[in-house]
């Protein structure tokens, strides 16, 4: 039975010999890579482009003024400490941990109980009623589920 020699054109890989790519290997993948080439292209416009504008953190900007050029004056850190040293920085800290950690305690743990509740339901038919109506936020929009609901609980019979 013969070694699978996938990727590689030519001779045998040794034990401790790195792979080597070259032109077979890649002309080999061709196809993957060009799978990859539109993921490639929107990851670089939509999260490398944009960081070209972080040098407004270190300029004195005017907006409609260009980014880069003569006139542009540079300040480095002046705005960071101007921040860090404002009358509110230490409240919006302490909001932020406060709101990531309910976020954490609510929106992690919860959904585990909520889970673990409602696999302890005996009753079939209300405990597909719950995990279809608890799902249902996520599917369609607010503003229909609670139409929904306002349609449910109405004693007029719409």
């Given at each position: 039975?013969?070694?699978?020699?996938?990727?590689f054109i030519g001779r045998q890989k040794k034990p401790g010999e790195k792979k080597r790519y070259g032109r077979g290997v890649i002309k080999e993948n061709m196809q993957i890579y060009a799978l990859m080439l539109p993921t490639l292209v929107l990851i670089f416009i939509f999260c490398y482009i944009p960081m070209y504008g972080l040098v407004i953190a270190f300029q004195d900007y005017v907006p409609g003024a260009p980014f880069l050029g003569e006139g542009v004056k540079w300040v480095g850190l002046r705005w960071f400490d101007k921040f860090i040293s404002g009358h509110y920085f230490s409240r919006l800290i302490k909001n932020t941990l406060i709101l990531s950690g309910l976020?954490?305690?609510?929106?992690?743990?919860?959904?585990?109980?909520?889970?673990?509740?409602?696999?302890?339901?005996?009753?079939?038919?209300f405990k597909k009623f719950i995990q279809t109506a608890s799902y249902m936020p996520y599917f369609?929009?607010?503003v229909v589920v609670a139409g929904m609901v306002i349609s449910f609980i109405d004693t007029d019979g719409w």
């Open positions: 039975m013969e070694k699978s020699t996938a990727g976020n954490l305690l609510f929106g992690f743990t919860a959904p585990i109980f909520f889970a673990l509740l409602l696999d302890q339901i005996k009753h079939t038919r369609i929009s607010t």
